[in-house]
């Protein structure tokens, strides 16, 4: 049986070996460097406060949309007084609809008086 002693005796490292190791090691060292830069104290703290601001603004967002699309509330409890207020916003609006109304009336002769002068120059 071979003893542990005997196999290392044996064993032919190649020479440069240990330099090769010692190089490969290093340039993986180099390579976590790279891939670590930027993980400080500063990027972490930046990262929890920009976690922060966004969940602050998920919120106010699903805030807004809950007060936005709230179903109205009655504002009279009294029937007749909202009846009341109907009939005097109605009214508002036939006050104000009027007087475009009466322009429109007049506007309408004068077309057709115009379509009629010129029918009568083309037809006849």
Same mark, same amino acid.
């Given at each position: 049986?071979?003893?542990?002693?005997? %196999?290392?005796?044996? #064993? &032919?490292? $190649?020479?440069?070996?240990? *330099?090769?190791? @010692? =190089?490969?090691?290093?340039?993986?060292?180099?390579?976590?460097?790279?891939?670590?830069?930027?993980?400080?104290?500063? !990027? !972490?703290?930046?990262?929890? %406060?920009?976690?922060?601001?966004?969940?602050?603004?998920?919120?106010?967002? %699903?805030?807004?949309?809950?007060?936005?699309? !709230? #179903?109205?509330? =009655?504002?009279?409890?009294?029937? *007749?007084?909202?009846?009341?207020?109907?009939?005097?916003?109605?009214? @508002? %609006? @036939?006050?104000?609809?009027? $007087?475009?109304?009466?322009?429109?009336?007049?506007?309408? *002769?004068?077309?057709? !008086?115009?379509?009629?002068? &010129?029918? @009568?120059?083309?037809?006849?």
């Amino acid at each position: 049986m071979k003893t542990k002693t005997d %196999i290392e005796e044996k #064993t &032919v490292v $190649p020479g440069g070996l240990k *330099q090769e190791l @010692s =190089d490969m090691i290093d340039s993986m060292d180099a390579a976590e460097k790279i891939l670590t830069y930027g993980k400080g104290p500063a !990027r !972490r703290i930046m990262n929890c %406060i920009m976690g922060a601001a966004a969940g602050i603004v998920l919120i106010a967002g %699903i805030w807004t949309a809950v007060e936005t699309f !709230r #179903t109205p509330k =009655d504002t009279f409890t009294d029937p *007749q007084a909202a009846y009341a207020e109907v009939e005097k916003a109605l009214a @508002s %609006i @036939s006050e104000k609809i009027a $007087p475009g109304l009466d322009k429109a009336a007049k506007a309408e *002769q004068t077309l057709d !008086r115009n379509m009629e002068m &010129v029918k @009568s120059l083309y037809l006849d």
